[in-house]
């Protein structure tokens, strides 16, 4: 299970070049969305906020759940996300807790409130 801690604010809304996107097994209506933030807001990184060997932070879509389900079960019978999954290449914007992964040791936005496309940069 997945351990967070608050970084003590939400991610600031900005536009981040999009890079990747994987669905998560075994949590296939999970989605991982990796991004680099735009230089103003590289102090959103930490050390070990990287993918395929560029500064990246992983922002993560969940299912629509009310609440927080106890266990992985009780999340795979929630409904799928409503949020729109980026392509890449769009520049996206990206609203949601900013916390610490104390299993990866990366930052992350977790779970993605809102997310707005822009198209491709």
Known sequence: MKSMISLGESAQRAWYP???SQRVWPRPRDH???FTPDPPFTYLLNPEN????????????????????PDSSAA???PQT???IPKMGDHIAIDGPWVFDTNHGWNEI?????ITISGQM
């Open 82 to 84: 409503r949020l729109p």
């Open 18 to 20: 999009f890079e990747s």
């Open 32 to 34: 991982h969305l990796w």
């Open 110 to 114: 977790h779970p993605v409130d809102a």
């Open 50 to 69: 990287h993918f395929q060997g560029k500064p990246s932070m992983l922002a993560e879509i969940t299912p629509d759940c009310p609440g927080n389900p």
């Open 76 to 78: 795979a019978k929630c």
